[in-house]
């Protein structure tokens, strides 16, 4: 311990706690309620993938230092993924980079891209890692908050022109949206591109759940808008696509001259990661339209089943069309505190959530937002939503 009076976490990080999903993960553990809150799916992806893994930790493929933008397979697995769902051309060598998870991708490109006070603009409600990347890189952040319209959230085109000023450097955008659920549609996503090019911003798109969307919502990763392939940095997951979240696999794929920049950051950070791992996602990258589609569907029902659910219990559902997320309004049950009444949560029906409210700067826009993630087995998800109805009596 220091005798001075000095707090020992700096002044960017002195905001930042530990995160929502470590807390209420806790919870989960601590009260043996059922954990709607963290998002990690409770069944394992494909046995071939996992088996994948196994053999390359047998066969001593991986077990050592992997090259450093990660092994030539998974590049090329991730540039020939980016081609044949969008049409996208990188070049594995030298446009597609490996990365202990988007998480690491996610501050790699912030430390890389941004000088002391550039402002970053990023959706509230906005994942929780992108404040704290924004801050560590000494960035400002700029919310420009979703607000829900007949039943879901939409963003305001409006809002977000007026948010852009001399001083931003970059757009930080999430579709499929955490955790509101909102798939960006063609014309937001052309409008944020010709505003790109305009005020000449890098955009920086988290696409980690673009392979998670529901009914005729559709996935268009922002590169293929006109003016954006030169100017974007794509983040994906093989968490999130396939249901591996503790591998930590990710990466990014964007010009040469960024995916430089965001390695330079990335090689002090982690340098690599995750060696026997990038060679099961390799495979992963390459299974057949159907499994992404069974995988879609899967979650649809899920999604079907837990909104329902929460209807049923008394909750307001805001329906999402994309990722693995069902926000809420606690609104009909008389409380008004996102946050009190998730701590309050397990005790009284014995499940765990997540308050949106600690994704807002803003401190009314979210106040009596819960967020639940549909993951899992489908009796979990009985059992926890019959446990709710406990909420309105
Ligand atoms: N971005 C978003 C929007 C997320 O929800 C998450 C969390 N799963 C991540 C990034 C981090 O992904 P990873 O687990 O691959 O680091
Ligand atoms: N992305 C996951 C979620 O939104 C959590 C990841 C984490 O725990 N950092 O729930």
Not at 125 to 134: K, R, T
Not at 217 to 242: C, D, N, Q
Not at 367 to 387: G, I, P
Request: net charge negative; hydrophobic share 40%; aromatic share 10%.
């Amino acid at each position: 311990m220091t005798s001075s009076t000095r707090p020992l976490l700096n002044r960017r990080l002195a905001e930042f706690g530990t995160t929502i999903f470590a807390e209420m993960s806790a919870l989960a553990l601590r009260t043996g309620a059922i954990n709607l809150g963290q998002g990690f799916p409770d069944t394992d992806g494909p046995e071939e993938i996992r088996e994948a893994a196994v053999r390359a930790l047998r066969d001593g493929r991986g077990n050592q230092y992997p090259p450093g933008p990660g092994i030539p397979e998974l590049r090329a697995a991730v540039a020939a993924h980016q081609e044949r769902r969008y049409g996208l051309s990188y070049d594995p060598d030298a446009e597609v980079l490996v990365t202990a998870g988007a998480t690491e991708a996610i501050a790699a490109t912030l430390l890389a891209l941004l000088e002391p006070d550039d402002e970053v603009i990023a959706f509230e409600p906005y994942y929780d890692s992108y404040a704290a990347c924004i801050a560590m890189a000494g960035g400002t952040r700029v919310p420009v908050t979703l607000r829900p319209y007949e039943g879901s959230f939409r963003l305001d085109l409006d809002e977000l022109r007026a948010a852009v000023t001399d001083r931003t450097r970059l757009l930080l955008i999430n579709t499929p949206h955490n955790p509101t659920g909102t798939v960006l549609t063609r014309a937001e996503l052309t409008a944020i591109a010709e505003l790109a090019v305009e005020r000449d911003l890098l955009v920086v798109t988290d696409e980690v759940y673009e392979h998670l969307v529901f009914d005729d919502a559709e996935h268009l990763p922002l590169a293929t808008f006109p003016g954006m392939r030169e100017r974007t940095v794509t983040i994906g997951s093989a968490g999130k696509s396939f249901s591996f979240t503790g591998w930590k696999v990710g990466w990014v794929t964007s010009t040469q001259e960024l995916v430089t920049a965001v390695r330079t950051a990335k090689q002090y950070l982690t340098y690599v990661s995750a060696g026997p791992f990038q060679y099961a996602v390799a495979e992963a990258l390459r299974l057949p339209d159907a499994y992404f589609d069974s995988f879609r569907a899967d979650l649809q029902r899920k999604r079907d089943l837990l909104g329902d659910g929460l209807r049923a219990a008394g909750f307001e559902v805001y329906q999402p069309q994309g990722t693995y997320f069902i926000t809420t309004d606690i609104t009909p049950f008389g409380d008004k505190d996102a946050y009190a009444f998730c701590r309050a949560l397990p005790e009284r029906c014995g499940v765990v959530a997540i308050p949106n409210s600690v994704f807002y700067d803003d401190p009314n826009a979210g106040r009596s937002q819960v967020r639940f993630a549909f993951c899992k087995k489908d009796d979990v998800l009985a059992e926890a939503t019959s446990r709710l109805q406990r909420l309105a009596s």
